[in-house]
Structures are given as C-alpha cells and as structure tokens.
C-alpha cells in the first residue's frame, strides 16, 4: 500500500513539474544580449542590437476607464519592438512593418510616458489604474513606474507618484550593478532600488536640482564621478541652520543609494540655483543678496569630492530665461532672452551668438539643429549659424507635439506622433519618423508602429494604367 501511494505521489510530483515547465512564462525569443548598448532611452524609442523598441501611439489619460491599461489587452500606447535590418527600419510594399512584437501591454505613450532598457530590463511610465477612496475617481494623473524583463514578462511595479505632474523628470543610475530610478515630484525627489522596489530616499524640500539623463547606456562603463552617485539639489535655510544669519541658500547632495543627505555649502549671501548636470559638472546660477540688483549670471564646477575645493567657471556675464544644455559639449548652450534665442560658448568672455531673432521654448536638440513648434508644426534651426533661416520640417503634417515627451532622438532618426485618420473618420495620434539630416526637399514623414483595430487608414486610390501593359507605380497605404 506505502509503494503504491509513493508511486501514485511520485506520478503526481512529475505532472506538476511538467505543468510548471509547460505554463511558465516563456517570453520573446532573440533577445538582445544583455550588454549591449541602448542608444536613446527615456524617450519614444531605443535601439539595443538589432531591435527598434518603440511606443505604439499616444493615448490621452484623462479619457480612460477603469477597465482600461490592463496588462495584455493593450495595443496603442504600448512597447514594441521591430527587428531591423543593417539598421533599417524594414516595411513591406504598403508600408506596414514587416515584423513587429508587443513586449509591454500597458500603456506607456500619454503625457508622462517614457522607457529606458537597462541590462536586461525595460523601464517604464504608466498611468495609475487606483480609486481614490476618498473622491471614487480614477487616479489616472498619477504615474506608475514599472520594470518588466525584455522578453516581455515578469511585469513589477515599482513606485506610484503620490502628486499628478505636467512634466514629469526621472532617470535611471546603475550603482554598483543595481539600477535605482529617481524621480522629481515638484519640490520632492525620490530614490527607488528597482531590485527590492523599496524607497530608499526621499528629500522633500528641494529648492532646484538637476538630473543626470543618460540616453546612451553601455554597460561596461565605470560609472565613478560624484554626480553618478549623488543628486545635488539646493534647500532654503532653516532656522536650525541659520546660527551664523546665512543670507543665502544651501547645496545638498542626497546619495542615491542609502538616501542619507549632505550639505555640501552653507551660502552667506549667495542663493544658487542649479540648472543641469553631466559626467562631473554642475551648472547653475547665483545671486549674492549684498549686491543690490545682483543678475543671475550662469557658473559651472566639475565636482569630484567636495563643492569648496572645485573651481568655479563664469560662462556668462548676463542672465538668460531658459538654457538648453547641447550634450554638455565645450559648454555650447543655447539661450533665450531678450525676444532672441542665443548660442553661448565656452566661458563669460566669449561673445553670445545670436541664432534666432525670437525667442523660442525648445523642444529638443539634436547634432547641429534646435526644435520648437509654432501653430502645429514643428520647426528646427542651425544652433551654430548666425540669425540662420529657419527651416520648416514638418510642413502642414499635424503632430502631437506640446513639451519634450513628444520628440525623440537616435542620432538618424527624429521620432515624433503623428496624427492618423481612421477609414471611419477617428482621430489617432500614432508613432511616427524622419531623417534627422533631410532637407526641406527630402523630408518625408513616415508610419511605424502597429495600427489598433478601427484605426487603419482607409487605402489610397490607386492610378489606373492608361493603355495595357503600362507599369504602374504603387502608393503604399501608409508611405
């Protein structure tokens, strides 16, 4: 009787092995190999091997439901991926991919969406699916953060935003093999260990900070330098600080990965604002409260252990509205101020360039060209060329372009959403690209992406050959 039960539980221990073999999640195969480059996260698109990753479409949060964005129903608005061929983008004769595969079913393409892949992982924006308990109203201003593995599965959540944000700011920073998301909430910025989806930081009181965005991701970097380990941020004095009457503000640094806090300056009388960090420099403007009608002129230190003990470089002698930092090369930034847009190089002595003779909020830059939209249409300029004429890319192709989400950069391509027409007449604003080097001539916007049910294009009419055996040229559906 004990032999034929043992066999009769063995028998049962193999079935349920095999059904957990059978069942689990097996995922997408060809994935690329875990240390190759991504180039262009954060954005609509990356490139990682041979893989375009991409977000199918734009989807406006404010219109969902709670039966919306669960995870394997959704289409537009997703993460796909399209296999490329020597680096192209590869369409069949009616300019659909030829090749296209969903590898997170939620919905990342809305006003905060955005990813980044990092070793073998996908990181990702999603709007909140919550009640709130209080109002019975669907949180979807709120902004989920996610990890799913490349393959498509082991989807976690990782931190929920507890204020709804216009523009949100995060980045990834890999610290010793383990990523850490931050993100900027108004005045409060958070630290995020991905692996354990633990909040590890938090500062509530920040008065300005910078985030370090890096789009090419290598995983063999050594990534060392103080700001790879450290947000820097600026706080009001407290009253418990303000023993010796400071005037001005303090520098902190929060480190990412415990959290713990470190003013880095107590300002007498300076108050510093900071503007934007790269591989060990911080930019930022500051004003001395002795001084009566003091500007706030622009300054840069290259920090490697300590604020006091780096020099500080003056790169202007005016202050500007807005800087656009150009990837932090030779310190070229581009300006606005005085109905003008300026190029500003190297340090306060060299002479500001005048670029535009109108003062425009950027979108992007991208190698030698800025971006701005005017009425619908996106423009771009020469960021190196004195009072350049502008050069209209988009011409009257509507797009959906309102703040930096929507634009994309990877070095050949620009990625933007591009407003789409349903054979039934419905609006649909879908993934679109152009080269980043064509000419008012050459430009040619293109569809890539997989259309949700409903929202194909009705067919082009087609030419008809004016005698037999004439060779007629095709107009593909989408191209």
């Known amino acids: 009787m004990k032999k034929r039960l043992f066999s009769i539980l063995a028998v049962l221990m193999m079935a349920f092995s095999i059904c957990l073999v059978g069942c689990g999640d097996k995922g997408l195969k060809d ?30 949060e404010t219109t ?55 070793g073998d992982y996908i990181y990702y924006t ?13 949180q979807s201003s709120l902004v989920e953060f996610h990890r799913v593995n490349i393959n498509g599965t082991k989807d976690e959540r990782l931190y929920t935003t507890s204020t709804a944000e216009t523009n949100l700011d995060w980045t990834l920073y890999n610290i010793g093999g383990t990523p850490y998301i931050v993100v900027y909430e108004g005045s409060k910025i958070v630290s995020i260990n991905t692996s354990s989806a633990k909040v590890v930081g938090t500062v509530e009181n920040s008065t300005s900070y910078a985030i370090l965005e890096e789009e090419t991701y290598k995983a063999d970097d050594s990534r060392t330098a103080f700001n790879y380990k450290n947000v820097i941020f600026t706080r009001d004095i407290t009253a418990e600080d303000n023993k010796y009457n ?23 009388t300076d108050t510093i604002t900071i503007k934007a960090v790269n591989n060990q420099s911080v930019y930022y403007t500051k004003t001395d409260a002795t001084i009566t009608g003091d500007i706030a002129c622009l300054y840069k230190k290259d920090i490697v252990s300590s604020w006091d003990v780096a020099d500080e470089h003056q790169l202007t002698d005016s202050a500007y509205d807005n800087y656009y930092f150009v990837n932090y090369g030779a310190d070229i930034i581009i300006a606005t101020r005085d109905n003008a847009t300026w190029k ?49 890319v988009f011409g009257d192709v509507s797009t959906l372009i309102n703040n930096d989400n929507f634009i994309d950069f990877d070095g050949r391509y620009v990625y933007t959403y591009g407003l789409y027409t349903s054979e039934a007449g419905e609006e649909n604003y879908y993934l679109t690209y152009f080269e980043s080097n064509c000419t008012k001539d050459t430009f040619k916007q293109r569809f890539v992406g997989v259309f949700e049910d409903g929202d194909v294009p009705a067919v082009p009419e087609q030419p008809e050959p004016e005698y037999d055996g004439q060779e007629v040229e095709r107009i593909p559906h989408i191209d």
Do not use: Q, W
């Open 31 to 60: 994935n690329p190999p875990t240390n190759t480059t991504v180039i262009s996260n954060f954005g609509m698109s990356a490139i990682k091997g041979d893989y375009l990753y991409y977000i199918n479409g734009y989807v406006d």
């Open 126 to 138: 999603t709007p909140c699916m919550e009640i709130d308990k209080n109002t019975t109203e669907l």
């Open 246 to 268: 400071y005037k001005g503000n303090a520098v902190c640094a929060m480190d990412i990965a415990t959290g713990n806090v470190t003013t880095l300056k107590f300002n007498y």
């Open 344 to 392: 500003l190089e190297g340090s306060a002595s060299n002479k500001p360039i005048k670029v535009l003779t109108a003062s425009r909020d950027l979108v992007g830059i991208s190698g030698d060209y800025g971006y701005y939209v005017v009425d619908g249409d996106l423009i771009r300029f020469n960021i190196h060329t004195e009072n350049s004429p502008l050069e209209e």
């Open 64 to 118: 969902l439901d709670k039966k919306d964005n669960k995870e394997g129903e959704v289409t537009k608005g997703a993460i796909y991926r399209t296999k490329l061929n020597n680096g192209e983008i590869v369409k069949d004769s009616e300019g659909f991919l030829v090749n296209s595969d969903r590898v997170v079913s939620k919905v990342v393409g809305f006003s905060n969406g955005g990813f980044a892949i990092m």
